[in-house]
């Protein structure tokens, strides 16, 4: 399993933003969208195996949480107006601390970075930064990650101080700062070609029966 979170510090806690415009009255709701296309969809099919944690933290109440679950998710398009689509019918739901499904795949709660983190109690939390060890260096070693990236403003001192109190490394794909879904695209990368390695991947390098 795959889980991969995203801060969206600007990202808009109402459903009633304009698909038309997503990086302006959604509050560069577009970042969060490419990341969700770019986590979940391969090129005839989808990850099964990946969850997308969207922590929303702009107005007008901040902190809420959107969950695309890989093996149950349905009637997403790669394009971003329909990640968008589905991000504001949850959006409209009326959310508490507990999960409420809004669309088969899709689920909200209210939460906050700190919450977040602790459901992911005895996993690998890996947070992306441009400074970080090498992806190369352990993809090998990884096994079921939780990934944390941050927006266009990257992660505040704040959060970056709980990522690393709820004991996560710091990992990087390379020495140039990049959006966020590429950053996801690289990491999805390199755990493939890992598992393709290991036989793991229907097709991949020693995939087939051997004697
Ligand atoms: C557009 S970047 C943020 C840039 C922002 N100006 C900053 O200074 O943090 C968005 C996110 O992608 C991730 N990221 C970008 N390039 C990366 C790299 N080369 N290695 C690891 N993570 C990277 C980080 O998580 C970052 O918070």
Not at 182 to 188: E, F, K, N
């Amino acid at each position: 399993m795959r889980d991969i979170i995203i801060i969206g510090h600007k990202a808009m806690t109402s459903g009633d933003f304009s698909l038309n415009d997503l990086p302006g009255s959604a509050g560069r709701m577009d970042i969060l969208c490419r990341c969700v296309s770019s986590a979940l969809f391969l090129s005839f099919g989808m990850r099964r195996d990946v969850n997308v944690h969207l922590l929303l933290l702009g107005e007008p109440e901040p902190g809420k949480i959107i969950r695309f679950e890989g093996l149950h998710l349905r009637y997403l398009n790669p394009d971003e107006r329909s990640s968008g689509s589905l991000i504001s019918k949850a959006l409209l739901k009326n959310t508490t601390e507990l999960d409420t499904r809004s669309t088969p795949g899709v689920w909200i709660r209210k939460g906050d970075l700190k919450s977040l983190l602790a459901s992911f109690e005895g996993r690998t939390l890996l947070y992306l930064r441009e400074d970080g060890k090498d992806i190369r260096e352990i993809a090998g070693e990884i096994r079921n990650p939780v990934f944390i990236l941050g927006d266009h403003t990257g992660v505040t001192e704040e959060e970056e101080k709980q990522l690393l109190e709820a004991g996560a490394q710091i990992i990087s794909v390379g020495p140039i700062s990049l959006h966020s879904n590429h950053c996801i695209t690289l990491i999805h990368n390199e755990l493939d070609r890992v598992e393709a390695e290991r036989g793991e991947i229907p097709g991949g390098e020693n995939s087939g029966t051997e004697e």
